[in-house]
């Protein structure tokens, strides 16, 4: 059974930081040969691509994030994080992680973020 569970999402002010982490497991491939990535969803709005990182250590970010957020991965640890710096009231979501080409998805952690 394939699990992702997520944590360090919280509350903080604008200007603030937080880092999130999403440990996997059960997968039946190799850790290090999936992308992962992390998505926000707002309340009645679809989700949306925050960052994501190949196997081969490429990424991509959503537009919105304008150089403050880095998506990064430990492969032996099976984990990906999200490091958000300089959040916005706008980054207001819950953060889901997934495995890239799959439909595994986590729960969500929620951040809040107030001005």
């Known amino acids: 059974q394939v699990q992702l569970v997520e944590s360090g999402g919280g509350s903080v002010q604008a200007g603030g930081s937080l880092r999130l982490s999403c440990v996997i497991s059960g997968l039946a491939s190799d850790f290090k040969s999936v992308g992962l990535s992390w998505f926000r969803q707002k309340p009645g709005e679809t989700s949306v691509l925050v960052a994501l990182?190949?196997?081969?250590?490429?990424?991509n970010y959503g537009s919105f994030v304008k150089g403050r957020f880095t998506i990064s991965r430990d492969d032996a640890q099976n984990t990906v994080y999200l490091q958000m710096d300089n959040l916005e009231p706008e980054d207001t979501a819950t953060y889901l992680c997934n495995v890239l080409c799959t439909g595994y998805w986590g729960q969500g952690t929620q951040v809040t973020v107030s001005s």
């Open positions: 990182v190949t196997k081969y250590g490429d990424f």
